[in-house]
Each structure stands twice: as C-alpha cells, then as structure tokens.
C-alpha cells in the first residue's frame, strides 16, 4: 500500500519547458526540463532572480501551461489547480474582510464540506499552528509571521499531499523567520506531506530540504540536484546546530558556487 500511494502522488515533469510570445519572437523562461519528486520529498529551489523558479513552481500548481512537456501527478497530467497542491506565497493573500478563521474555513466551504465539519477542521489546524486564539480577529489585526501561519493553515485544511511554497519567508524579520522554519519542519515530520519550497536562501534550503535543486538563467534549467540529511537525526535543527555538522560548509560553498555559476 506504501508503493502505491507513493507512486499516486509522484510528481513527474517530462521536456516541460515554458516560453512567452514577442515582437522578435517567442523568449523561453524554462528550458525542457525532466524532473521527479518522490512522495514526502521536500525540496527546496535556489537560483538567482530570473531563472524561473516562480515558473516551475507555477507550472507545478496548474496556474501555467508548459510550452511543451507534460507536469504528472501520479498517472495525471496536471492541467489546472487543484485542492491536492496547496499555494503558500511570499505575501498571505488573506481575504481582508473574513475573520482569520473564516480565511481558514474558505477552502472546505467552496468545496461544500457540512458547517460542523469545516469548523472542527479549520479549528483543528489553528491549534496546530499556535493561532487558536486569533480565529475571531481580522487579518490586520495579525503580525506578519501570524498572517503567515494563518496562510499555512489556509492551505492545510484542504489536506493537500503536495505543497508548493514561493518565498514563504522571505518578507519575514530574521526571528520570526527562524520561528517558522522550525513549525514548518515539524508539520513536515508529522505529515510527511510533498514540499516543493522557493528561497533565496542557501542555508534555509540546506535546513529546510531533503534534496536541494539550483537553477540557473537563459533560459531556466536544473543546474544541480542533490540530496541533503543535515538535519536527520536532530532533534530540534536550527542554523546554528546544522553549522557544526560536517559537511555542511562545503554544500553550503559548493551550491554558492554552482549559483554563481549559473548566473554567468
């Protein structure tokens, strides 16, 4: 049953490349590109601005369609969004007008789930990222790193197996980012869902990732693939605990070299 269900939810991109029409004729943002994350993967992407990062993430969510080339989740191509891969984005894009737990509840209440059935759920992943306590306030009335984990919780109470994350962080302070890294890693570990996670950030990616790609530019492609087990066996992993792990320092200046590389 194990097998199955990770082969269910592969994900697979075979010669998906993504170009964009023009006067002087079509400009390709991604080159043909194969590509294969295994069930429970979390991978993280790091390349410099432009190399299409956003767009393999936006091809991966349905939002775009490959030039050429077939995206698979399992046996199905993907050919739009789907409540199976959820969207986390570099601002929350709550709705300003609903409370935090209605934001929650949005998702379940579109898909028609019963009343008392959606606000158990949408209560349940509050508690799961600290925001219980917050459900009745408005989105305003939230710190950044709350909006975020109200995001996080958003795209949570739709079960999805695969979860695509755009620069999550990004606009965080350095604390409140440390913070969420280390929420993040547990729901992982307990959930064991697919991440595929956007940053610009080496040392997140080397915390954060099981396996880390780094693309380069003209046009976007995979320049390097590797796995990485940093953080296996510890406990609670932060940056400062991975930083004394041997072999960290060499990935670390080993995937610098390949952006700057890329970036040439």
């Keep these: 049953m194990t097998v199955r269900a990770d082969v269910r939810h592969r994900v697979t991109l075979a010669g998906v490349s993504k170009s964009y029409p023009g006067d002087d004729g079509p400009t390709q943002v991604l080159a043909p590109t194969d590509l294969t994350i295994e069930s429970g993967e979390f991978v993280c992407v790091v390349g410099p601005s432009g190399c299409g990062k956003s767009t393999l993430l936006n091809l991966l969510a349905g939002f775009l ?28 894009n709550l709705y300003p007008w609903l409370s935090v737990r209605q934001n929650v509840e949005f998702g379940p209440k579109v898909r028609g789930v019963p009343k008392a059935r959606r606000v158990a759920e949408a209560e349940r992943m509050l508690s799961l990222v600290g925001l219980d306590h917050l459900g009745g306030r408005r989105p305003y009335e939230l710190s950044g790193g709350q909006q975020q984990r109200a995001q996080i919780a958003r795209v949570l109470v739709n079960d999805p197996q695969i979860i695509l994350m755009d620069e999550p962080f990004g ?11 280390g929420e993040l890693l547990t729901l992982w570990r307990d959930r064991r869902k697919t ?17 880390v790609l780094v693309m380069g530019t003209r046009p976007g492609r995979v320049s390097y693939d590797e796995p990485t087990s940093f953080k296996a066996d510890l406990v609670e992993p932060t940056f400062a605990a991975m930083r004394d792990r041997a072999g960290f ?3 670390r200046d080993e995937v610098s070299a390949q952006i700057y590389a890329a970036h040439e």
């Design 171 to 181: 606009a965080l302070d350095a604390l409140t980012r440390e913070k969420l890294q």
């Design 195 to 211: 991440v595929f996670f956007v940053t610009h950030s080496i040392e997140e990616a080397l915390l954060l990732g099981t396996r």
């Design 249 to 251: 320092t060499t990935m």
């Design 65 to 92: 369609e490959p030039t050429e080339g077939t995206v698979r989740v399992g046996d199905r191509p993907v050919t739009g969004p789907d409540p199976d891969r959820g969207v986390v984005f570099q601002q929350p």
